[in-house]
Protein backbone atom coordinates (compact mmCIF):
# COMPACT_ATOMS: atom_id res chain seq x y z
CA UNK A 1 0.00 0.00 0.00
CA UNK A 2 2.88 2.45 0.99
CA UNK A 3 4.53 1.64 -2.58
CA UNK A 4 1.18 2.03 -4.44
CA UNK A 5 -1.73 4.49 -4.05
CA UNK A 6 -3.48 2.59 -6.91
CA UNK A 7 -3.81 -0.38 -4.84
CA UNK A 8 -5.14 1.67 -1.77
CA UNK A 9 -7.94 3.61 -4.10
CA UNK A 10 -8.66 0.16 -5.09
CA UNK A 11 -9.24 -1.16 -1.93
CA UNK A 12 -11.38 1.72 -0.74
CA UNK A 13 -13.77 1.63 -3.86
CA UNK A 14 -14.31 -2.26 -2.94
CA UNK A 15 -15.28 -1.51 0.50
CA UNK A 16 -17.48 1.53 -0.60
CA UNK A 17 -19.33 -0.59 -2.66
CA UNK A 18 -20.41 -3.12 0.29
CA UNK A 19 -21.33 0.06 2.19
CA UNK A 20 -23.51 1.32 -0.59
CA UNK A 21 -25.26 -1.98 -1.68
CA UNK A 22 -25.92 -2.92 2.24
CA UNK A 23 -26.22 0.97 3.82
CA UNK A 24 -28.77 -1.11 6.57
CA UNK A 25 -26.35 -3.85 8.01
CA UNK A 26 -23.70 -0.80 8.16
CA UNK A 27 -25.41 1.54 9.79
CA UNK A 28 -23.75 0.97 12.84
CA UNK A 29 -20.00 1.86 13.43
CA UNK A 30 -19.29 -1.47 14.98
CA UNK A 31 -20.47 -3.24 11.55
CA UNK A 32 -18.09 -0.87 9.46
CA UNK A 33 -14.98 -1.54 12.12
CA UNK A 34 -15.28 -5.58 11.43
CA UNK A 35 -15.38 -5.18 8.10
CA UNK A 36 -12.24 -3.08 7.80
CA UNK A 37 -10.06 -5.57 9.78
CA UNK A 38 -11.89 -8.38 7.58
CA UNK A 39 -10.25 -6.55 4.63
CA UNK A 40 -7.23 -5.92 5.71
CA UNK A 41 -3.99 -7.71 6.79
CA UNK A 42 -0.20 -7.03 8.02
CA UNK A 43 0.29 -3.98 10.10
CA UNK A 44 -2.96 -1.95 9.22
CA UNK A 45 -5.05 -4.33 10.48
CA UNK A 46 -2.76 -4.15 13.45
CA UNK A 47 -3.59 -0.62 13.32
CA UNK A 48 -7.01 -1.09 13.49
CA UNK A 49 -7.34 -3.45 16.22
CA UNK A 50 -5.13 -1.75 18.61
CA UNK A 51 -6.56 1.59 18.38
CA UNK A 52 -9.70 3.25 19.59
CA UNK A 53 -12.75 4.73 17.56
CA UNK A 54 -15.46 6.36 17.83
CA UNK A 55 -17.96 3.90 17.95
CA UNK A 56 -20.83 6.51 18.57
CA UNK A 57 -20.72 7.98 14.60
CA UNK A 58 -22.43 6.65 11.77
CA UNK A 59 -20.74 3.84 9.84
CA UNK A 60 -20.73 5.77 6.68
CA UNK A 61 -18.56 9.00 9.05
CA UNK A 62 -16.51 6.09 10.55
CA UNK A 63 -15.35 4.86 7.13
CA UNK A 64 -14.44 8.25 6.01
CA UNK A 65 -12.68 8.78 8.80
CA UNK A 66 -10.48 5.93 8.91
CA UNK A 67 -9.45 6.21 4.85
CA UNK A 68 -8.06 9.50 5.80
CA UNK A 69 -5.91 8.36 9.25
CA UNK A 70 -4.57 5.05 7.14
CA UNK A 71 -3.83 7.58 3.71
CA UNK A 72 -1.67 9.83 5.81
CA UNK A 73 -0.82 7.26 8.18
CA UNK A 74 0.67 4.77 5.71
CA UNK A 75 1.23 7.23 3.00
CA UNK A 76 1.99 10.63 4.23
CA UNK A 77 -0.81 12.66 2.22
CA UNK A 78 -4.13 13.80 2.54
CA UNK A 79 -6.96 11.80 0.97
CA UNK A 80 -8.79 14.35 0.10
CA UNK A 81 -6.39 16.91 -1.41
CA UNK A 82 -4.27 14.16 -2.72
CA UNK A 83 -6.85 12.88 -4.92
CA UNK A 84 -7.95 16.30 -6.24
CA UNK A 85 -4.49 16.53 -7.05
CA UNK A 86 -3.99 13.05 -8.97
CA UNK A 87 -6.81 14.14 -10.91
CA UNK A 88 -5.88 17.73 -12.07
CA UNK A 89 -2.58 16.09 -12.86
CA UNK A 90 -4.21 13.59 -14.91
CA UNK A 91 -5.55 15.77 -16.47
CA UNK A 92 -3.08 18.10 -17.73
CA UNK A 93 -1.01 15.75 -18.99
CA UNK A 94 -3.92 14.46 -21.45
CA UNK A 95 -4.39 17.77 -22.54
CA UNK A 96 -0.65 18.26 -23.28
CA UNK A 97 -0.30 14.79 -24.83
CA UNK A 98 -3.31 15.14 -27.27
CA UNK A 99 -1.78 18.09 -28.40
CA UNK A 100 1.70 16.58 -29.27
CA UNK A 101 0.09 13.24 -30.43
CA UNK A 102 0.48 13.40 -34.14
CA UNK A 103 -0.55 10.99 -37.09
CA UNK A 104 2.51 10.32 -40.24
CA UNK A 105 1.44 7.30 -41.63
CA UNK A 106 -2.77 6.81 -42.31
CA UNK A 107 -2.39 3.01 -42.32
CA UNK A 108 -1.52 3.38 -38.43
CA UNK A 109 -5.04 5.23 -37.94
CA UNK A 110 -6.51 2.26 -35.32
CA UNK A 111 -3.23 3.03 -33.40
CA UNK A 112 -3.42 6.72 -33.19
CA UNK A 113 -7.37 6.60 -32.17
CA UNK A 114 -5.72 4.05 -29.25
CA UNK A 115 -4.07 6.25 -27.61
CA UNK A 116 -5.99 9.38 -27.89
CA UNK A 117 -9.00 8.00 -26.51
CA UNK A 118 -7.31 6.82 -23.55
CA UNK A 119 -6.10 10.46 -22.89
CA UNK A 120 -8.93 11.79 -23.95
CA UNK A 121 -11.77 10.35 -21.44
CA UNK A 122 -9.58 11.05 -18.73
CA UNK A 123 -10.95 14.62 -18.95
CA UNK A 124 -13.86 14.51 -16.74
CA UNK A 125 -15.15 17.61 -18.30
CA UNK A 126 -17.72 16.55 -21.15
CA UNK A 127 -18.10 19.68 -22.84
CA UNK A 128 -14.42 19.72 -23.77
CA UNK A 129 -15.14 16.69 -25.78
CA UNK A 130 -16.42 18.35 -28.81
CA UNK A 131 -13.52 20.37 -29.52
CA UNK A 132 -10.42 18.01 -28.78
CA UNK A 133 -12.34 15.44 -31.50
CA UNK A 134 -12.16 18.29 -33.88
CA UNK A 135 -8.50 18.33 -33.11
CA UNK A 136 -8.75 14.59 -33.99
CA UNK A 137 -9.58 14.46 -37.55
CA UNK A 138 -8.16 17.58 -37.99
CA UNK A 139 -4.51 15.33 -37.96
CA UNK A 140 -5.49 12.80 -40.21
CA UNK A 141 -3.30 13.15 -43.55
CA UNK A 142 -4.87 13.31 -46.76
CA UNK A 143 -8.92 13.26 -45.17
CA UNK A 144 -8.60 15.63 -42.10
CA UNK A 145 -10.15 18.67 -43.85
CA UNK A 146 -13.19 16.66 -45.26
CA UNK A 147 -13.64 14.63 -42.13
CA UNK A 148 -13.89 17.59 -39.37
CA UNK A 149 -16.47 19.17 -42.67
CA UNK A 150 -18.53 16.04 -42.70
CA UNK A 151 -18.51 15.58 -38.45
CA UNK A 152 -19.84 19.45 -38.23
CA UNK A 153 -22.47 18.78 -40.53
CA UNK A 154 -23.86 14.93 -39.22
CA UNK A 155 -23.15 14.90 -35.71
CA UNK A 156 -25.49 16.65 -34.74
CA UNK A 157 -27.22 15.63 -31.32
CA UNK A 158 -25.00 15.67 -28.18
CA UNK A 159 -24.04 12.10 -27.35
CA UNK A 160 -22.36 12.27 -31.31
CA UNK A 161 -20.50 15.25 -30.57
CA UNK A 162 -18.67 14.10 -27.60
CA UNK A 163 -18.27 10.35 -29.04
CA UNK A 164 -14.62 9.68 -30.41
CA UNK A 165 -15.97 6.16 -32.11
CA UNK A 166 -18.50 8.05 -34.43
CA UNK A 167 -15.59 10.60 -35.83
CA UNK A 168 -13.32 7.48 -36.31
CA UNK A 169 -16.52 5.88 -38.46
CA UNK A 170 -16.51 9.60 -40.99
CA UNK A 171 -12.27 8.90 -41.02
CA UNK A 172 -12.58 5.12 -42.03
CA UNK A 173 -15.38 5.93 -44.58
CA UNK A 174 -13.26 8.80 -45.71
CA UNK A 175 -10.03 6.05 -46.18
CA UNK A 176 -12.31 3.40 -48.11
CA UNK A 177 -13.31 5.97 -50.51
CA UNK A 178 -10.10 6.99 -50.93
CA UNK A 179 -9.00 3.07 -52.01
CA UNK A 180 -12.22 2.63 -54.16
CA UNK A 181 -10.93 5.70 -56.55
CA UNK A 182 -7.54 4.40 -56.79
CA UNK A 183 -8.84 0.76 -57.31
CA UNK A 184 -10.94 2.14 -60.18
CA UNK A 185 -8.23 4.25 -61.79
CA UNK A 186 -6.13 1.25 -61.84
CA UNK A 187 -8.66 -0.93 -63.82
CA UNK A 188 -8.73 1.70 -66.47
CA UNK A 189 -5.51 1.43 -67.00
CA UNK A 190 -5.91 -2.04 -68.10
CA UNK A 191 -8.54 -1.04 -70.45
CA UNK A 192 -7.82 -0.69 -74.43
CA UNK A 193 -8.14 2.95 -75.65
CA UNK A 194 -9.69 1.95 -78.61
CA UNK A 195 -12.73 1.60 -76.69
CA UNK A 196 -13.05 5.44 -76.80
CA UNK A 197 -13.56 5.56 -80.56
CA UNK A 198 -15.62 2.23 -80.85
CA UNK A 199 -18.46 2.69 -78.01
CA UNK A 200 -18.11 6.29 -77.50
CA UNK A 201 -18.92 9.27 -79.20
CA UNK A 202 -15.35 11.14 -78.16
CA UNK A 203 -13.24 13.00 -80.74
CA UNK A 204 -9.69 13.54 -80.30
CA UNK A 205 -9.09 17.37 -81.28
CA UNK A 206 -5.11 16.65 -80.99
CA UNK A 207 -4.43 17.47 -84.60
CA UNK A 208 -0.68 16.54 -85.27
CA UNK A 209 0.24 16.01 -81.71
CA UNK A 210 2.62 13.25 -81.04
CA UNK A 211 1.96 10.04 -79.44
CA UNK A 212 4.97 8.76 -76.71
CA UNK A 213 4.63 4.98 -75.95
CA UNK A 214 6.89 3.66 -73.38
CA UNK A 215 8.91 0.57 -74.20
CA UNK A 216 7.60 -2.22 -71.93
CA UNK A 217 10.90 -4.43 -72.75
CA UNK A 218 14.16 -3.23 -73.28
CA UNK A 219 16.66 -4.63 -75.66
CA UNK A 220 18.68 -7.34 -74.05
CA UNK A 221 22.11 -8.88 -75.09
CA UNK A 222 21.57 -11.97 -77.36
CA UNK A 223 25.44 -12.75 -77.25
CA UNK A 224 26.34 -14.81 -74.37
CA UNK A 225 29.93 -13.87 -73.32
CA UNK A 226 32.14 -16.40 -73.20
CA UNK A 227 35.68 -16.83 -70.75
CA UNK A 228 38.82 -16.03 -72.62
CA UNK A 229 42.26 -16.04 -71.59
CA UNK A 230 44.39 -13.42 -69.75
CA UNK A 231 47.11 -12.19 -71.07
CA UNK A 232 50.12 -11.07 -69.25
CA UNK A 233 51.44 -8.05 -71.15
CA UNK A 234 55.25 -7.24 -70.78
CA UNK A 235 55.76 -3.58 -70.91
CA UNK A 236 59.35 -2.43 -70.87
CA UNK A 237 58.93 1.35 -71.25
CA UNK A 238 62.03 3.21 -71.22
CA UNK A 239 64.28 0.47 -70.14
CA UNK A 240 64.11 -1.44 -73.54
CA UNK A 241 63.81 -0.64 -76.93
CA UNK A 242 64.05 -2.33 -81.03
CA UNK A 243 67.63 -2.07 -82.12
CA UNK A 244 68.11 0.61 -84.55
CA UNK A 245 68.73 -0.43 -88.37
CA UNK A 246 70.22 2.86 -89.30
CA UNK A 247 72.75 3.98 -87.17
CA UNK A 248 75.30 1.20 -85.42
CA UNK A 249 75.01 0.61 -81.71
CA UNK A 250 75.91 3.43 -79.45
CA UNK A 251 78.69 2.14 -76.75
CA UNK A 252 78.04 4.09 -73.71
CA UNK A 253 80.34 3.84 -70.21
CA UNK A 254 79.77 4.67 -67.06
CA UNK A 255 82.89 4.77 -64.60
CA UNK A 256 82.50 4.14 -60.82
CA UNK A 257 81.77 7.25 -59.26
CA UNK A 258 79.51 8.61 -61.66
CA UNK A 259 75.85 10.04 -60.13
CA UNK A 260 74.54 9.88 -63.65
CA UNK A 261 74.05 6.44 -64.44
CA UNK A 262 71.79 4.49 -62.15
CA UNK A 263 70.64 0.86 -62.21
CA UNK A 264 67.33 0.14 -62.86
CA UNK A 265 67.48 -3.52 -61.42
CA UNK A 266 69.41 -2.80 -57.63
CA UNK A 267 68.41 0.64 -58.18
CA UNK A 268 72.60 2.01 -57.23
CA UNK A 269 74.69 4.75 -58.70
CA UNK A 270 77.62 3.66 -60.43
CA UNK A 271 76.89 0.65 -62.63
CA UNK A 272 73.91 0.04 -65.30
CA UNK A 273 71.40 -3.40 -65.37
CA UNK A 274 73.40 -5.28 -67.91
CA UNK A 275 76.42 -4.57 -65.55
CA UNK A 276 74.69 -5.32 -62.25
CA UNK A 277 76.98 -7.11 -59.94
CA UNK A 278 73.71 -7.93 -57.68
CA UNK A 279 71.46 -9.87 -59.82
CA UNK A 280 70.66 -12.79 -57.65
CA UNK A 281 68.93 -10.71 -55.03
CA UNK A 282 66.59 -9.91 -57.63
CA UNK A 283 65.29 -12.61 -59.26
CA UNK A 284 62.58 -10.99 -61.07
CA UNK A 285 64.26 -8.04 -62.60
CA UNK A 286 66.71 -9.83 -64.08
CA UNK A 287 64.20 -12.61 -65.27
CA UNK A 288 62.43 -9.42 -67.39
CA UNK A 289 65.86 -8.36 -68.61
CA UNK A 290 66.41 -11.57 -70.33
CA UNK A 291 62.92 -12.10 -71.83
CA UNK A 292 63.38 -8.62 -73.54
CA UNK A 293 66.84 -9.78 -74.47
CA UNK A 294 65.59 -13.01 -76.05
CA UNK A 295 62.79 -10.68 -78.03
CA UNK A 296 65.59 -8.76 -79.49
CA UNK A 297 65.06 -5.90 -77.59
CA UNK A 298 68.45 -4.16 -76.11
CA UNK A 299 68.11 -2.04 -72.82
CA UNK A 300 68.16 1.81 -72.67
CA UNK A 301 71.33 2.45 -70.17
CA UNK A 302 70.90 6.36 -70.85
CA UNK A 303 68.35 8.62 -70.35
CA UNK A 304 65.81 10.34 -73.42
CA UNK A 305 67.12 12.74 -75.12
CA UNK A 306 64.55 13.00 -77.62
CA UNK A 307 61.17 11.11 -78.85
CA UNK A 308 61.74 7.58 -79.28
CA UNK A 309 59.85 4.39 -80.90
CA UNK A 310 59.24 2.26 -77.99
CA UNK A 311 58.09 -1.18 -78.22
CA UNK A 312 55.82 -3.70 -76.36
CA UNK A 313 56.10 -7.35 -75.99
CA UNK A 314 52.92 -9.52 -74.98
CA UNK A 315 53.57 -13.21 -73.87
CA UNK A 316 51.06 -15.12 -73.63
CA UNK A 317 49.90 -17.78 -70.33
CA UNK A 318 48.82 -20.71 -72.19
CA UNK A 319 52.16 -23.45 -72.59
CA UNK A 320 51.10 -25.08 -75.52
CA UNK A 321 50.61 -21.39 -77.57
CA UNK A 322 53.54 -19.93 -79.27
CA UNK A 323 54.25 -16.26 -78.19
CA UNK A 324 53.39 -13.31 -80.01
CA UNK A 325 54.71 -10.27 -80.17
CA UNK A 326 52.29 -6.80 -80.75
CA UNK A 327 53.92 -3.59 -81.57
CA UNK A 328 52.30 -0.40 -81.06
CA UNK A 329 53.44 2.39 -81.24
CA UNK A 330 53.97 5.75 -78.60
CA UNK A 331 55.37 9.15 -78.26
CA UNK A 332 56.89 9.53 -74.82
CA UNK A 333 59.26 11.86 -73.57
CA UNK A 334 61.33 11.91 -70.46
Request: one cysteine or more; hydrophobic letters at 30%.
Amino acid sequence: MRANPDEFEKWVTEISLILQTNPDEFEKAKNVLILLEHKTDGIVQKFLRNNNWNEDLHGSDLFDNLINVIYTTFLGLDYISNKDFTINKKVDVARVSMTKLQLHDISLLDKYTCMYESYLYDIPQRSEYAQWISAYLMKIPMIGEICTERWKKEATGEIQQTSLSYATKIAKEEIDRICQDRYKQQKLKTISKDCCSILSDFKNFDIGRKTYTKKKYKNKKKYKSFWKKKRIKFSPGKYFKKPSKESPKKTTSCPQGKKKCRCWICNEEGHYANECPNRKKYPDKVKVLQTANNGGYEALEEEYECIQHVFTFHVETDSSSNSDENESTTDDSD
